[in-house]
């Protein structure tokens, strides 16, 4: 579908944010998202007559992000290989995106046996979580646009024996959320740091033996259209599943159960320990004596007590063997090695473009979300927010756009053109919009069409409409569009 505009029926052009810049579109319309009326007129109209404000719900963002780095930082014999007595540094960079200010923050630092810290800075504590030593700080208060940084060194007692692989794991929590750091050198989302004991690089695989081997699934018995999409007083239930590939004499099996997930104890095994700190809950169980390709259980629900702080709950469980720590894949998604999501409604809030936008100029975060692609399979997938024509745009990547439509220059038959700069129409990649309003599920516009329809209300001011865009391989992640009246 090709569309010329002219400038006669060119009504509003359009400041996209947070991830547009200016482009040459080309004049090739990519897709078309039909604004339908409600049962109370033209849209807009109700907030205009009334002369107040409707407040939209809106995709809120993370409140902030975390980055976290692990690199060798004594090396003894100059081989670039972490060998027993070298040490490490762990560094956590923690961006705030959040208007009002975040207090209460602790950042807990989960890593290897094999790792043991030394000349702790100030104000870094050691816990006690048996095969899994942890270090706990308490963070400052950060308002938008703030950044703290803190970290360790840590000394490698290992031997020969020692995993090929050792991890550092850092979690950002306060009583309302919890959010794990990422390794950004990796294509992994919300990933822990790696250090390779006997390779150069390229050990971070190792922590992730893929779905057939360690897996965590959640299922939600929610009201919404979607098995990943729960709001409060709704049920999650989670299975852990790990299979050795070879004689284990013990395993355990640990969980994180982040607020606002409160675990339901009924649900719990005899077997199963529970370990609060915090805003956190950890679960462990342990198996002695498995044998290869007998898998091992964790299985227990957890129900929504609160409203969501943060727009999606993601982590990784781990299984602690004789041979290493690995972490689970969630099987229902295709990237490889991302933690397990449970997704949340919008929520009525003043002023998100603002956090939006600091996302955009100040660096970026991963959500998930749920799409439903032309064959009708539901599908969770992590899309990128942050600045456009930051590193190189990867083949499968998903981008994440909030558009900003001023709703009161709506009028009757209004339709809302995309339009993805420097892709030819025939090479165009894929546009989902959402599918139903007030969620984080998005369908395919098919055959290049699509309507938003059931928004309930009337606005004034504007609407924040979140977009995820596929561009091809190759091509600058940028999102332009225009507003049209419907004789175009």
């Not at 959040?98 to 810290?117: C, G, H, K």
């Not at 009201?223 to 395993?251: A, K, M, N, Q």
Request: glycine fraction near 12%; proline fraction near 10%; charge should be negative.
């Amino acid at each position: 579908m090709t569309r010329t505009l002219g400038l006669g029926s060119l009504l509003v052009a359009l400041a996209f944010l947070p991830f547009s810049s200016p482009a040459n579109t080309g004049g090739s319309a990519s897709a078309t998202l039909y604004i339908q009326e409600g049962p109370e007129g033209p849209v807009g109209a109700a907030g205009a007559l009334e002369g107040g404000r409707t407040t939209p719900l809106v995709p809120v963002p993370p409140p902030l992000a975390v980055l976290q780095t692990a690199e060798l930082f004594h090396d003894a014999d100059g081989d670039g290989l972490l060998d027993p007595g070298d040490m490490i540094s762990y560094t956590a960079e923690i961006t705030g995106f959040a208007l009002n200010s975040l207090q209460d923050l602790y950042l807990i630092v989960l890593f290897s046996p094999e790792l043991v810290p030394e000349a702790l800075p100030e104000g870094w504590k050691r816990l006690d979580l048996g095969r899994i030593p942890a270090l706990a700080i308490h963070l400052p208060s950060l308002r938008i646009g703030d950044r703290a940084r803190v970290g360790f060194a840590a000394r490698f007692v290992g031997d020969e024996g020692s995993p090929p692989t050792l991890f550092i794991e850092g979690i950002v929590y306060s009583p309302g959320f919890a959010l794990a750091a990422d390794d950004p050198a990796t294509e992994i989302f919300l990933d822990p740091a790696a250090v390779a004991t006997r390779e150069v690089a390229g050990g971070v695989g190792s922590l992730f033996p893929g779905v057939p081997v360690f897996s965590k699934k959640a299922t939600v018995a929610s009201s919404f259209p979607s098995l990943r999409v729960g709001s409060v007083g709704d049920t999650v239930e989670f299975e852990v599943v790990y299979i050795p590939t070879s004689l284990e004499r013990e395993v355990e099996l640990w969980d994180l159960v982040p607020a606002p997930l409160q675990v339901i104890v009924d649900s719990l095994e005899p077997k199963v320990e529970l370990i609060e700190l915090g805003g956190l809950t950890f679960l462990r169980t342990r198996f002695r004596d498995v044998f290869p390709g007998v898998p091992v259980r964790l299985e227990y629900a957890a129900v929504i007590g609160d409203p969501a702080s943060v727009p999606f709950v993601a982590t990784h469980a781990m299984a602690v063997t004789e041979t290493g720590v690995y972490f689970s894949d969630d099987p229902d998604s295709p990237e490889g090695g991302d933690p397990t999501a449970v997704l949340f409604p919008w929520r009525k809030v003043e002023e998100p473009i603002t956090s939006w936008d600091v996302i955009s100029r100040n660096g970026g975060c991963s959500i998930p979300v749920m799409l439903y692609p032309q064959n009708g399979k539901e599908t969770l997938r992590w899309t990128l927010c942050g600045p456009a024509g930051v590193g190189e745009f990867r083949p499968g990547t998903l981008r994440f756009w909030i558009l900003q439509v001023p709703m009161r220059q709506l009028p009757k038959g209004t339709s809302f053109d995309f339009l993805l700069s420097y892709i030819p129409q025939w090479n165009r990649g894929e546009i989902y919009t959402p599918a139903v309003y007030g969620a984080p599920i998005f369908s395919t516009l098919a055959g290049g069409m699509g309507s938003l329809g059931e928004l309930g209300e009337g606005f004034c001011g504007e609407l924040y409409l979140p977009v995820v865009a596929e561009p091809p391989a190759g091509i600058p992640p940028y999102l332009a569009g225009v507003i049209t009246d419907e004789d175009i």
